[in-house]
Nanobody
Framework: QVQLAESGGGSVQAGGSLRLSCAAS?????????MAWFRQAPGKEREGIAG????????IYTESVKGRFTVSHDNNNNTLDLQMDDLKPEDTATYFC?????????????????????????WGQGTQVTVST
């Protein structure tokens, strides 16, 4: 059973940076995954913001975070990291990581760079990010 646990959230002023990490356990070495970061602000739907396919390392991003956020996968430690730079107040949300076993990459589940929450099987508990002006 895959288990995911996010860490690294916190409060930061606009223009600042944070790095989130998602520790994964229960993986099988022969399985590839689309792993993704989502966020959900109060009163809003959960939004996919970045994805990474572990088979190739290929990444995708939704338009609102392109050029500011970078997703990476540490194969040795089995973590999915999200470096967030130039943070804006509208980035305030609870951030979740998720994983889906697949051989197809992330494109099938992340149209236009936005991953679809309903397609992902495994979820972490979330970590809060607050960006103040």
């Amino acid at each position: 059973q895959v288990q995911l646990a996010e860490s690294g959230g916190g409060s930061v002023q606009a223009g600042g940076s944070l790095r989130l990490s998602c520790a994964a356990s229960g993986y099988t070495s022969t399985t590839t995954y689309c792993m993704a970061w989502f966020r959900q602000a109060p009163g809003k739907e959960r939004e996919g913001i970045a994805g990474l396919y572990t088979g190739t390392g290929k990444t995708i991003y939704t338009e609102s975070v392109k050029g500011r956020f970078t997703v990476s996968h540490d194969n040795n430690n089995n973590t999915l990291d999200l470096q967030m730079d130039d943070l804006k107040p509208e980035d305030t949300a609870t951030y979740f990581c998720a994983a889906l076993p697949t051989r197809l990459g992330c494109n099938s589940y992340c149209r236009g760079g936005t991953c679809e929450p309903g397609r992902f099987e495994h979820w972490g508990q979330g970590t809060q990010v607050t960006v103040s002006t």
